[in-house]
């Protein structure tokens, strides 16, 4: 039996010749089949196939599946896990952490190293094609400790009060250097560039940072230079390589000092100072959010929080896999984000370890192939990437392999429908297996969240990767997430399902026609994994988390009738694009009236996609002149249907977007020029002149499908269109 099932492999295998044409990127090469061996595999297949089904052993199958979420008593419907239990006086218990002796983030690291009996912790290829080095979490440990004395030796006090910055990319001191602040009970601040500079001016002024932790001279140049607008930062730390005489001179100058991280090591080795160790209500880290108009707020968030977090989704998960001291992960989502420091939360806490990749995204498909790790978060703009370029592959080959690859897929979705997640059956071996292996080949899970993923990629992956991915919702702050995809749930369209260390509420909307009474508004949030505020600003945070504690997200919610929630809009027009940038249309709409031509301007985005466009309506007294100007004798009309106009238009926005500092993912890569002013009379104004969005979105989706169209087709230059 086994025989034929070798037979059918092999002739699969050498009619197949596969050809390696970069770093993350394989191909079947048509014009090298085999087609004799192919026919003969093509004619055995389904022999081996039966054969194969009927005595492999019993492949895993996920968890029984279980009602989704629980209603509480009450008029506001009060959503909760159902692995929530009740108390007497019934109200929810909800979880606050996984292990009595890890409430904190500086015991999940003490209870990992005793996991781990000192095992690997930390990661890293010090160059391509060399295998990863790693630090024990002992290592780790004793650095932490000696960086947090060193900064103790400099000046800055143990304790509450002393936040310190970190400004750099994922990398094994970044964990250090924030464990040095855990071990001292000081707070840390993630700084990062898309911010920009006069959030980073902002946020080091608010939280008084007199010390930053950065990775590059070029990080700490950008820094220089408005350090004049920071009186209060005194000390640079540079994590990687040597600094200069010519660096040191210039933060001299500035009242400055520069140390390098070997030298803050030896500093606090030869000086150590006591301790001071957090408790659970102690503020863990302040994160600062761009996902509003002006300047960035910080989250406040404790130890309790982002260990009740981690706890939730372990707890929500766990039947799904084992976390042990073989368990790894592959760092390379930012860790100035909650979402990533969560994840590496769960792993420290069993004694996991954490490879970092060597922070060139042209080299992370290299640094997951050597790294091989179990656990794999994702925006959906990565997923989306794997995801074309296999369908891509797939399109344009050969009728025959497209085949196969349809009947591999479909044969993979029924098995998944029927609760089964399997990685060891025939298209494994056959079809998926090179697919898999680009990610490593020993995926156990895989995490997407930030933005919708859509359900053809979801199921996609669900299927060719034979292991677990979930989807997941939150924000910063309730310290990551608040819903999660439940294990063995393998429909779409939808976040998942309340984890047990909140509640959810929807509440009414009534302006934007949502009801809680018919399961739809906005999503409110309440537990131990809400953040207590924003720090320095007190009136935002009694606008975002209300007098009972729940937190407001902004975001409008639908439960499903099978408990699950979907997020259906945005309730003040604020969205993300697919690789988790928020945009704020309205802000991006006042830099392009600022241009000469531009009368109104409404700014758009699926979620779904990486890029916004616009709905241009010209000033015509201004556009007039200009075709005076150059001789066109047109109407109005006439020119806002005329390419070379359009072109002109789009061009001097694009200047305008520069000049008002507009961020690359803020500015529209295609524009959709009308003669028709938004208006009361044609109702895409309110009476009070306010822009009614989802009519306007509605008169012009013909019009952004086809620039979205055109974007995908033709991607390299952009421009407008009549």
């Not at 692995?83 to 015991?107: F, K, Q, S, V, W």
């Not at 140049?221 to 350090?227: D, I, P, Q, V």
Request: contains cysteine; glycine residues 6%; negative net charge.
């Amino acid at each position: 039996m086994f025989a034929i099932v070798l037979t059918s492999l092999f002739s699969f295998v050498y009619a197949l010749p596969v050809r390696r044409v970069s770093d993350d990127q394989l191909v079947i090469m048509d014009d090298e089949i085999d087609y004799q061996l192919l026919i003969y595999g093509a004619a055995t297949i389904a022999i081996g196939t039966v054969i194969y089904l009927v005595v492999k052993k019993t492949s895993p199958s996920s968890p029984k599946a279980i009602k989704q979420s629980v209603i509480l008593p009450g008029d506001e419907r009060i959503h909760i896990s159902p692995l929530t239990n009740i108390n007497e006086d019934g109200t929810p218990d909800l979880i606050e952490y996984t292990y009595e002796d890890a409430r904190t983030m500086y015991e999940a690291m003490i209870r990992g190293n005793e996991q781990s009996k000192n095992g690997p912790c930390l990661g890293w290829r010090p160059a391509p094609e060399e295998p990863f080095q790693w630090l024990t979490y002992q290592e780790v440990l004793d650095r932490a400790y000696a960086i947090g004395s060193a900064m103790v030796v400099k000046g800055f006090s143990p304790g509450q009060n002393t936040y310190i910055g970190i400004y750099a990319n994922n990398r094994p001191e970044w964990v250090i250097a924030e464990h040095s602040c855990i071990k001292f009970n000081m707070i840390t601040v993630p700084l990062y560039d898309t911010l920009g500079d006069d959030a980073c001016v902002h946020i080091i002024n608010q939280a008084n940072i007199p010390l930053v932790f950065l990775d590059t001279v070029d990080k700490l140049n950008k820094l220089l230079k408005r350090s004049d607008e920071m009186s209060m930062l005194k000390v640079f730390v540079l994590m990687v390589g040597e600094v200069s005489e010519e660096v040191k001179e210039a933060c001299s100058s500035k009242g400055i000092e520069v140390l390098t991280f070997e030298e803050m090591l030896k500093l606090g080795q030869e000086n150590k100072k006591e301790e001071q160790l957090p408790s659970p209500e102690d503020v863990f880290t302040v994160c600062y959010t761009s996902g509003t108009t002006g300047l960035p707020k910080g989250v406040i968030l404790t130890h309790a929080n982002m260990v009740a977090d981690i706890a939730s989704v372990f707890t929500h998960t766990k039947e799904c896999f084992d976390v042990d001291s073989n368990y790894r992960h592959i760092s390379y989502l930012p860790l100035a984000h909650v979402f990533e420091r969560a994840m590496q939360g769960i792993v420290f806490m069993h004694g996991a370890k954490v490879g970092f990749f060597q922070g060139d995204p042209k080299l992370l498909t290299d640094d997951i192939q050597a790294l091989k790790p179990h656990s794999f978060p994702a925006v959906p703009r990565v997923l989306n990437r794997i995801y074309d370029r296999v369908i891509g592959q797939v399109s344009s080959a050969g009728w025959l392999k497209r085949t196969l690859f349809n009947m591999a897929l479909n044969s993979k979705r029924k098995a998944m429908e029927r609760g089964e997640i399997r990685f060891d059956t025939i298209w494994d071996k056959i079809v998926f297996k090179k697919i898999q292996t680009m990610l490593g080949g020993e995926l156990l899970m895989m995490i997407t969240g930030a933005a919708p993923l859509s359900a053809e990629t979801m199921l996609f992956f669900r299927s060719a990767m034979g292991c677990w991915v979930f989807e997941g919702y939150g924000q910063t702050e309730c310290s990551a997430g608040c819903t999660f995809t439940y294990p063995g749930d393998m429909t779409c369209g939808h976040v998942g399902t309340v984890l047990p260390g909140c509640m959810i509420k929807l509440v009414d909307v009534e302006e934007m026609g949502y009801l809680s009474s018919e399961d739809k508004g906005e999503v409110c949030v309440k537990g131990p994994i809400v953040s207590k505020g924003y720090l320095k600003n007190e009136a935002k945070t009694k606008e975002t988390i209300d007098a009972d504690g729940w937190l407001h997200t902004g975001d409008i919610g639908e439960w499903l009738s099978t408990g699950q929630l979907k997020i259906v809009d945005r309730k003040k027009h604020i969205f993300k694009l697919s690789q988790g940038e928020y945009i704020a249309p309205e802000k991006i709409e006042n830099v392009y009236i600022k241009s000469l031509y531009v009368a109104q301007a409404f700014v758009f985005g699926y979620s779904l996609k990486s890029c916004v466009v616009g709905i241009v309506i010209p000033d015509e007294e201004e556009l007039m002149k200009y075709a005076k100007s150059k001789s066109l004798d047109m109407t109005f009309q006439d020119l806002c249907k005329n390419k070379e106009i359009c072109e002109m238009i789009f061009q001097d926005m694009n200047q305008v977007a520069k000049n008002g500092d507009l961020k690359g993912f803020e500015q529209v890569k295609k524009i959709h020029v009308s003669s028709e002013l938004f208006s009361v009379e044609n109702n895409l104004l309110t009476p009070t002149f306010k822009t009614r969005r989802k009519q306007i979105e509605n008169a012009y989706k013909s019009e952004i499908d086809a620039m979205y169209e055109q974007i995908e087709a033709v991607s390299p230059s952009p421009s407008g269109t009549a």
